[in-house]
């Protein structure tokens, strides 16, 4: 029977009336039985038995953090108000307690003034200026916002049951920014925005993440001007934070 053969022949066969011709198309060796409708065969794929022992998953995890600056008055930020949220979607490689990953991001930086002072941009040149409300004006917050689009490449080391380390670089393309006022005036709610405010479009940053099981902290190191030094001073930002 079909369920017994050590060899399975795949003929062609053609031919009109009383004419029969038979080819033999390929001949294949069987390891075993036939039935499921499967040929196997006498030959191993290299390296698959290696390639099988690296997982490889794609994990999106959250960051939320406080963004602090070396920046000097009058453009001074106030950290608790300074707030980071991103969003990494990476694919990553592990090989025994190694991993690295890579993969898209999404950041938004938010950059908000101490006291009681507004920025906002000229609509003439472009230039970014900073003083006081209007008269009457009850000051809510004036806020620098940046969106990013971000590629890490990071490496990570599984220590033990959990508790570990990531580093690596974040390449960040700046693709939106602007300038947000808050504030009450006659009673009433408002709100000034002001779009395209000048941030450089490439920058880099130096991440390192602390695992401790169910939950990361992080911190961020961005030595290059996120905005353009043209129109703003220069400060450097550095960003502590959770990781879930």
Not at 79 to 86: D, K, L, Y
Not at 135 to 148: E, W
Not at 197 to 222: E, G, P, R, W
Request: glycine share 8%; hydrophobic share 35%.
């Amino acid at each position: 029977s079909a369920q017994n053969l050590d060899t399975l022949i795949v003929v062609k066969t053609t031919g009109v009336s009383d004419t029969t011709q038979t080819t033999v198309l390929a001949r294949v060796d069987t390891l075993g039985p036939v039935s499921d409708g499967r040929v196997h065969l006498d030959f191993d794929i290299p390296f698959y038995k290696k390639i099988k022992r690296y997982a490889h998953d794609l994990v999106g995890s959250f960051y939320v953090g406080s963004n602090i600056t070396d920046s000097k008055a009058p453009f001074d930020f106030s950290p608790q108000n300074s707030m980071e949220f991103a969003f990494y979607m990476l694919d990553s490689k592990t090989f025994g307690r190694n991993t690295f990953s890579w993969g898209p991001g999404f950041t938004w930086r938010n950059f908000a003034l101490t006291g009681s002072n507004l920025m906002w941009k000229d609509d003439t040149d472009g230039s970014i200026g900073i003083g006081g409300y209007l008269d009457g004006a009850t000051p809510k917050v004036s806020k620098l916002r940046v969106f990013s689009i971000n590629i890490p490449m990071l490496y990570s080391c599984d220590i033990s049951n959990g508790f570990g380390f990531t580093v690596g670089p974040v390449v960040s393309f700046n693709a939106g920014s602007s300038i947000v006022n808050k504030y009450i005036m006659n009673g009433e709610k408002m709100k000034d925005k002001y779009k395209n405010v000048h941030c450089n479009i490439v920058t880099v940053d130096a991440m390192v993440q602390l695992h401790l099981k169910h939950f990361s902290l992080y911190a961020k190191y961005s030595p290059m001007n996120l905005m353009d030094k043209n129109y703003w001073p220069e400060f450097q930002t550095w960003t502590v934070g959770i990781t879930l």
